[in-house]
């Protein structure tokens, strides 16, 4: 069974579009988290929930928007996509805070053209 | 699906000591990411392993690859309170199509006491 599913794998799309990336976990967790990994390979901390509630969010622009319909679920929307969105995007999911081991999602691989 | 397995999955060690932690695949490795999470931050790339034998350094940590076991190993020497974290590996595998999918392992939590 998959722990942590993004949906979708893949996602080519023009500039400007307005698109979404869905996050399930099954684990049970708490807490959940979007990343957004950079051509350095570096994992940046986009955002983080606790039970619905945001309890991080790093300075990024205010075109990419999460929403938590419940703690199984976190989505990620961001609109009027530019160029440097181009990233892959990781959500993961954790018992409970950042402090504790996070379970990672396959990726969503962006590219806006 | 590729899986990775870690161990240990968690480390307590004295200042001072050396520690290693592995990283084991379940398929042919194509590239192996190690990463160190630090509690309340994002995670940091640490090195990236891509040739069976490879060894790379970052200021006291070593990590190698040997491809024939798909299995990496990260040593730390002489560990400080600062090296304590939570360790993870990543590693890419086919997708299909030619593509590639980045997996990670469940990390070793990694305290050093003074």
């Known amino acids: 069974d998959t722990a942590v599913s993004q949906t979708p794998k893949y996602l080519v799309t023009q500039m400007g579009n307005d698109k979404s990336i869905k996050c399930e976990q099954n684990?049970?967790?708490?807490?959940m988290y979007w990343y957004k990994q950079d051509s350095k390979k570096f994992l940046k901390i986009m955002f983080s929930?606790?039970?619905?509630?945001?309890?991080i969010n790093e300075t990024v622009p205010n075109r990419f928007s999460p929403k938590s319909p419940d703690k199984a679920h976190l989505n990620l929307h961001i609109n009027s996509l530019e160029l440097g969105d181009s990233a892959v995007y990781f959500c993961?999911?954790?018992?409970?805070?950042?402090?504790?081991?996070?379970?990672f999602g396959p990726g969503t691989r962006l590219l806006v053209l | 699906s590729q899986e990775l397995e870690q161990s240990p999955q968690s480390l307590i060690v004295q200042e001072g000591k050396n520690l290693t932690i592995n990283c084991t695949s379940s398929?042919?490795?194509?590239?192996l990411y190690w990463y160190k999470q630090k509690y309340g931050e994002g995670l940091i790339f640490l090195m990236m392993?891509?040739?069976?034998?490879e060894e790379k350094s970052h200021e006291k940590i070593t990590a190698k690859l040997d491809e024939k076991k798909q299995q990496s190993s990260l040593h730390i020497t002489a560990s400080q309170p600062s090296h304590a974290g939570i360790y993870l590996c990543?590693?890419?595998?086919?997708?299909?199509?030619?593509?590639?999918?980045?997996?990670f392992g469940k990390g070793t939590k990694l305290s050093v006491i003074p």
């Open positions: 993961a999911s954790s018992q409970a805070g950042v402090g504790e081991t996070q379970y």
């Open positions: 684990l049970g967790h708490d807490t």
């Open positions: 929930y606790n039970n619905k509630e945001l309890i």
């Open positions: 398929k042919t490795l194509y590239g």
């Open positions: 392993l891509q040739k069976g034998g």
């Open positions: 990543g590693a890419d595998s086919l997708a299909g199509a030619g593509s590639y999918q980045l997996t």
